[in-house]
């Protein structure tokens, strides 16, 4: 478990929490010190901006009361009173046998969201989430959405025809291979998709439009590039022609 706060360039802090030895591994009674941080504080691998706070009893499970926990969360909090944070990302390298479609629901200031999970693909769920969104209740900053189930190869025939139907009784339209569904408070309008692929994504369409220009301008700087270097080796070639004559 570790906490990082990046600045713009290579610039970074980083926290790890860690068991009770500087083997990462866990086990003993929690050992703290007087002050207003109680856990240990220690440099880690003598690098100038990483630190090591152990304390951790269980290292593959994150207990909400436990002090590892409290102390990332006020750890956290601190930074955020000092810096105007842009954005904060969440990545779990375990089993998310602990994330829940409501805990998605409930993510109100994220914009982008990237998860695989591990429970059983619930098609009433997906269609909560995409009701709560449409009516201006739930995740009004998200940006772009992408659920993977880590366990299922495929989404069964039933499962599409279900979500299909829902969809219809939401009366959200087919575009193409995706659905269309704009939101009653604003008028924004988001794209969704549940493929066979055990995948459901939902992107903003303004997103996807802003992303389309980036990679035209990438593709339009790339062919500038090649006609710059085309006339280059193109006066190149002249130059040497003129050399042997």
């Not at 290292?59 to 926990?69: F, H, V, W």
């Not at 009516?135 to 366990?151: A, D, H």
């Not at 599409?160 to 939401?170: I, R, S, V, Y």
């Amino acid at each position: 478990m570790s906490l990082t706060v990046s600045f713009n360039g290579p610039t970074h802090l980083k926290y790890y929490f860690i068991g009770n030895n500087d083997r990462f591994r866990a086990g003993g009674p929690v050992q703290t010190v007087p002050g207003e941080w109680p856990l240990p504080i220690k440099q880690f691998r003598q690098l100038p901006n990483e630190f090591k706070m152990s304390g951790r009893q269980n290292l593959l499970e994150a207990n909400p009361e436990g002090l590892d926990m409290k102390v990332m969360e006020k750890l956290t909090r601190h930074f955020s009173d000092i810096f105007d944070i842009d954005g904060y990302n969440l990545n779990y390298i375990c089993g998310c046998n602990w994330l829940t479609m409501n805990l998605i629901i409930e993510a109100h200031e994220s914009k982008l969201i990237d998860i695989r999970i591990t429970k059983i693909l619930n098609v009433n769920e997906l269609t909560k989430l995409v009701t709560l969104w449409r009516s201006g209740q739930k995740l009004r900053n998200l940006k772009k959405l992408k659920i993977e189930w880590e366990e299922f190869k495929t989404v069964d025939a039933d499962n599409l025809k279900e979500f299909k139907k829902n969809m219809d009784n939401l009366g959200v339209r087919p575009n193409g291979s995706r659905y269309q569904v704009e939101r009653v408070t604003d008028g924004e309008i988001a794209f969704l998709s549940l493929d066979p692929g055990s995948k459901f994504e939902m992107v903003l369409q303004k997103v996807e439009l802003e992303e389309g220009k980036d990679e035209d301008q990438g593709s339009d700087n790339s062919e500038a590039e090649d006609e710059e270097g085309e006339e280059e080796y193109n006066e190149s070639d002249i130059e040497d022609e003129n050399d042997e004559e």
